[in-house]
């Protein structure tokens, strides 16, 4: 009997070892020589853009510390309302930058004197609006208490200058 065409050895393109290193070699690894040239070749170009480079500015910047501790003298005397404003408000509201009630303007300060000076204080504090919390910085929140009062009194407001609990204690004692 003769073979059929289903009776005869199957075999498939690659017939000797060699034909096989050299399909293995097609395959895999010159494909991923060719993955490793082409990573190195973006990554070689120079970059542009916020902290690119490898100068000293740019990799100081990506380092810098998180926090810090500021040591301040704790028996400076307290600064007064006025100078507070000056020195932290009157940026945005002398000019009324940012929809901040301008000093003094009594209209735009009324809604915010009904909350009562509590409500004004911690929205300093904490911010609000447009306006970041002034809580912890240059000034203290008895400080920024001080310069509530200040702006809140210019536009009509009837409220006492805040005092450290110290000379509040000495004052209620006289």
Same mark, same amino acid.
């Given at each position: 009997?003769?073979?059929?065409? +289903? *009776?005869? =050895? +199957?075999?498939?393109?690659?017939?000797?070892?060699?034909?096989?290193?050299?399909?293995?070699?097609?395959?895999?690894?010159?494909?991923?020589?060719?993955?490793?040239?082409?990573? @190195?070749?973006?990554? &070689?170009?120079?970059?542009?853009?916020? %902290?690119?480079?490898?100068?000293? /500015? =740019?990799?100081?910047? /990506?380092?810098?510390?998180?926090? &810090?501790? *500021?040591? /301040?003298? !704790?028996?400076?005397?307290?600064?007064?309302?006025?100078?507070?404003?000056?020195? @932290?408000?009157? #940026?945005? +509201?002398?000019? %009324?930058? &940012?929809?901040?009630?301008?000093?003094?303007? #009594?209209?735009?300060?009324?809604? /915010?004197?009904?909350?009562?000076?509590?409500?004004?204080?911690? &929205?300093?504090?904490?911010?609000?609006?447009?306006?970041?919390?002034? %809580?912890?910085?240059?000034?203290?929140?008895?400080?920024?208490?001080?310069?509530?009062?200040?702006? #809140?009194?210019? !536009?009509?407001?009837?409220?006492?200058?805040?005092?450290?609990? =110290?000379?509040?204690?000495?004052?209620? #004692?006289?």
């Amino acid at each position: 009997m003769s073979a059929t065409p +289903h *009776e005869e =050895a +199957h075999t498939g393109p690659v017939k000797n070892p060699k034909q096989l290193l050299i399909a293995v070699l097609f395959s895999f690894v010159i494909p991923v020589f060719v993955i490793i040239g082409l990573v @190195q070749f973006v990554n &070689s170009s120079n970059k542009t853009g916020p %902290g690119a480079g490898n100068n000293d /500015r =740019a990799q100081a910047q /990506r380092l810098q510390k998180i926090g &810090s501790v *500021e040591i /301040r003298d !704790a028996n400076r005397p307290l600064r007064g309302g006025e100078e507070v404003y000056k020195g @932290q408000c009157a #940026a945005c +509201h002398a000019t %009324g930058m &940012s929809g901040a009630p301008k000093f003094g303007d #009594a209209a735009a300060w009324g809604p /915010r004197l009904g909350q009562g000076f509590e409500a004004l204080v911690q &929205s300093a504090l904490k911010g609000k609006g447009l306006m970041g919390a002034q %809580g912890g910085g240059e000034f203290n929140d008895l400080e920024i208490s001080r310069g509530v009062a200040f702006m #809140a009194n210019a !536009a009509g407001g009837k409220f006492d200058e805040p005092q450290p609990p =110290a000379a509040a204690a000495e004052g209620e #004692a006289k």
